[in-house]
Antibody, heavy 120, light 107 residues
Framework: QVQLVESGGGVVQPGGSLRLSCAAS????????MHWVRQAPGKGLEWVTF????????YYADSVKGRFTISRDNSKNTLYLQMNSLRVEDTGVYYC?????????????WGQGTLVTVSS | DIQMTQSPSSLSASVGDRVTITCRAS??????LVWIQQKPGQAPKSLIF???SLQSGVPSKFSGSGYGTDFTLTISNLQPEDFATYYC?????????FGGGSKVEIK
């Protein structure tokens, strides 16, 4: 079965950096696009970024453009999110999510999430 | 960006009830819609894609309908494990956008 396991969350000061990882198993990772979606405490879901199955194209929410970078290593079945210049409003649980196809499309599976706290 | 509006934002229902949640898109999204369930403290779980197709393993008590801008999620014979927050998301275009959520609580 599909498994997505995030890691790398923690507490960081405003302006700091953090790198999240998502280890994927149970499906052919290199055939599917992948997303990061976040959820601020007590709030709804917010799409952050998407990368195509082969890493050839990536897309970002305006709120993170220029600060966050999504990447993937298909040889390691791992998705990454490099987060720089972090702000207090970036605080929340970050979910790795599998796309239903190679280009963007429906999210069909979610990881358990990793908590990022940006605070001084 | 495509705006997704859900209603109601919360509702109270009893075990055995049938409930309906609606999601409206700010523009035509064909049937590019997913329904998601999230229980407190847990990760989201996708239930339905393409507006009406059940994800593998999701019970048939969940059903979705709609096309264009108006969509509904219906849950039949509500059970204790169904009390959760439900979200919709569109995938017609990026950025993916989500509805604000509909919390189903026990009456």
């Amino acid at each position: 079965q599909v498994q997505l396991v995030e890691s790398g969350g923690g507490v960081v000061q405003p302006g700091g950096s953090l790198r999240l990882s998502c280890a994927a198993s149970g499906f052919t990772f290199s055939s599917y696009g992948m997303h990061w979606v976040r959820q601020a405490p007590g709030k709804g879901l917010e799409w952050v970024t998407f990368v195509r199955y082969d890493g050839s194209n990536d897309y970002y929410a305006d709120s993170v453009k220029g600060r966050f970078t999504i990447s993937r290593d298909n040889s390691k079945n791992t998705l990454y999110l490099q987060m720089n210049s972090l702000r207090v409003e970036d605080t929340g649980v970050y979910y790795c999510a599998k796309n239903g196809r190679s280009a963007w499309g429906p999210i069909d599976h979610w990881g358990q999430g990793t908590l990022v706290t940006v605070s001084s | 960006d495509i705006q997704m509006t859900q209603s109601p934002s919360s509702l109270s229902a009893s075990v055995g009830d049938r409930v309906t949640i609606t999601c409206r898109a700010s523009q035509d999204i064909h049937n590019y819609l997913v329904w998601i369930q999230q229980k407190p403290g847990q990760a989201p779980k996708s239930l339905i894609f393409a507006a009406s197709s059940l994800q593998s393993g999701v019970p048939s008590k969940f059903s979705g309908s709609g096309y264009g801008t108006d969509f509904t999620l219906t849950i039949s014979n509500l059970q204790p494990e169904d009390f959760a927050t439900y979200y919709c998301h569109q995938y017609k275009s990026l950025p993916l956008t989500f509805g604000g959520g509909s919390k189903v609580e026990i009456k």
